[in-house]
Nanobody
Framework: QVQLVESGGGSVQAGGSLRLSCVASAYPDSSNCMGWFRQPPGKDRELVAALYPRSGNTSYADTVKGRFTISHDNAAYSAYLQMNNLQPEDTAVYYC?????????????????WGKGTQVTVSS
């Protein structure tokens, strides 16, 4: 069973930065999608960023493009989300996820393994 553990969340002021980390107990397949999702208060969970490890391609939600960067380190079974110029609307619980496929990495339904989440709070 793959377990994912996120860290790096916290409270920052608008314009600040945070780097989230996700460590996996194992990768079922290092070519499969890795993703970061978030759930703002009172809202549904949404995709923030997805990574296609085999190609290195990335995909982002429009609201975070140019501010957030997803990356990974297969040797360390880790994924990261660098978040710059954070805004109050970025406040949410952030989840790391690993998929059971290397395709359709923007679809939440392909993600089989989830972390418990880390809180990010941005004040104005």
């Amino acid at each position: 069973q793959v377990q994912l553990v996120e860290s790096g969340g916290g409270s920052v002021q608008a314009g600040g930065s945070l780097r989230l980390s996700c460590v996996a107990s194992a990768y079922p397949d290092s070519s499969n999608c890795m993703g970061w999702f978030r759930q703002p208060p009172g809202k549904d969970r949404e995709l923030v960023a997805a990574l296609y490890p085999r190609s290195g391609n990335t995909s982002y939600a429009d609201t975070v493009k140019g501010r957030f960067t997803i990356s990974h380190d297969n040797a360390a079974y880790s994924a990261y989300l660098q978040m710059n110029n954070l805004q109050p609307e970025d406040t949410a619980v952030y989840y790391c996820a690993a998929a059971s496929t290397r395709y359709n990495c923007r679809r939440e339904s392909v993600y089989k393994y989830w972390g418990k989440g880390t809180q990010v709070t941005v004040s104005s």
